[in-house]
């Protein structure tokens, strides 16, 4: 295995390979330093040569507050979880993957043995390892990462690796549609129109959606929404967010993503959704407790549902990627190479120059 970037180094006759990898070594610290190539371990595992990375709204978290809740960054640490990338060695009983094979990852190792897994819900595994999520695993901002073979899916070689890296969110997008059940002709409100609620956005038209309203703070997130199908934008600092959607349905909305993580846009959904809608949580606040007027739920009727990331989504995500069924190309808003994963980290965590999806290349 040699790389323009892995070194050999020779100490004491004994021959290992390094790579470059970020770590955060503080509060918004990032460090480039050289690391050994990770090594297979156990059978299943395959080496990946990482090729694109996106930033997250929680590898934010973690950069800027050093936690998301009671998960708390040691120092120091790599993180990263939305990837791609190329198989570069497989372990002896890898079965579906082969050297030089394009894969995208699901960023969560399940165990596929405890009591979630057995009932199917891997996502809620009760030992899940995660990348890049402090005190599970390492994160994927590093030259080579090993991961299961069953976290791995095989892309074609059409598909670039940050579209490859892109199933990651849009999987959630995904999969918090399908909480929200049918939602064929309904009308939707997705408050946040960050990469989460853009991924919501284009899985709930996917599957059918009726009208799509979309709020955010920065007008350039609220007009890429408007260029990627949305039907109706609008910024809360600018407008009454709920007074005006009413005027457009009067009957109001069947469910309403919350993807921004703030009390304001809870508090938004209960007054837009209609009697027996559904509020769907996906944002992560940086605070500890959600209030919710208990008048107004009781009332409505309103089901709250919250979404843990997601749950076997990768592949179908994958298969309406290939598919040509969305196109989510203008996500993409800046890429970095390595050398400048600080600065990347330092314009998502400023939310500057329209900044939607950060991609680093490797
Ligand atoms: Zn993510
Ligand atoms: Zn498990």
């Known amino acids: 295995m040699t790389t323009k970037n892995s070194r050999r180094d020779h100490k004491d006759d004994i021959c290992f390979l390094t790579m470059k990898a970020m770590i955060l070594t503080g509060i918004r610290r990032i460090e480039i330093t050289e690391k050994p190539v990770p090594e297979i371990s156990q059978s299943d595992e395959v080496l990946i040569r990482i090729r694109s990375v996106g930033v997250c709204g929680s590898d934010i978290h973690y950069y800027n507050e050093g936690k998301i809740g009671s998960q708390v960054v040691k120092f120091p640490f790599t993180f990263g979880h939305e990837c791609s990338g190329i198989v570069e060695k497989t372990g002896s009983g890898v079965k579906r993957l082969k050297t030089g094979d394009r894969v995208a990852i699901d960023p969560a190792m399940p165990c596929y043995n405890c009591s979630q897994c057995r009932r199917g819900r891997y996502h809620t595994c009760l030992n899940l390892r995660f990348l890049g999520c402090p005190g599970q695993a390492e994160g994927c901002l590093s030259e080579y990462i090993v991961m299961p073979e069953r976290s791995c899916y095989k892309i074609d070689n059409t598909m670039p690796f940050d579209i490859a890296t892109l199933s990651e969110p849009l999987s959630i997008g995904l999969y918090a549609t399908e909480l929200a059940g049918n939602v064929q002709g309904r009308k939707i409100g997705i408050l946040g129109s960050g990469p989460i609620g853009v991924s919501v956005m284009l899985m709930a038209l996917h599957r059918g959606a009726g009208r799509v309203f979309m709020t955010d703070l920065i007008d350039e997130r609220l007009s890429l929404a408007s260029s990627m199908g949305a039907h109706w934008t609008g910024n809360p600092l600018k407008q009454d967010i709920v007074g005006?959607?009413?005027?457009?349905?009067?009957?109001?909305?069947?469910?309403?993503?919350?993807?921004?993580?703030?009390?304001?846009?809870?508090?938004?959904?209960?007054?837009?959704?209609?009697?027996?809608?559904?509020?769907?949580?996906?944002?992560?606040?940086?605070f500890s407790e959600w209030k919710f007027s208990a008048e107004d739920i009781r009332r409505k009727e309103i089901t709250i549902r919250n979404v843990r990331r997601q749950n076997e989504m990768v592949q179908p995500t994958l298969d309406i990627l290939s598919a040509g069924k969305i196109n989510p190309e203008k996500m993409i808003t800046h890429t970095f190479d390595l050398d400048h994963v600080s600065d990347a980290f330092e314009l998502v965590a400023g939310y500057r120059d329209g900044v939607m999806?950060?991609?680093?290349?490797?």
Do not use: Y
């Open 244 to 286: 005006d959607i009413k005027r457009e349905e009067p009957e109001l909305l069947d469910v309403v993503f919350e993807c921004c993580g703030k009390q304001e846009a809870t508090d938004q959904a209960v007054k837009l959704l209609k009697p027996g809608g559904m509020l769907v949580i996906a944002g992560i606040p940086s």
């Open 357 to 362: 999806k950060a991609m680093i290349h490797l």
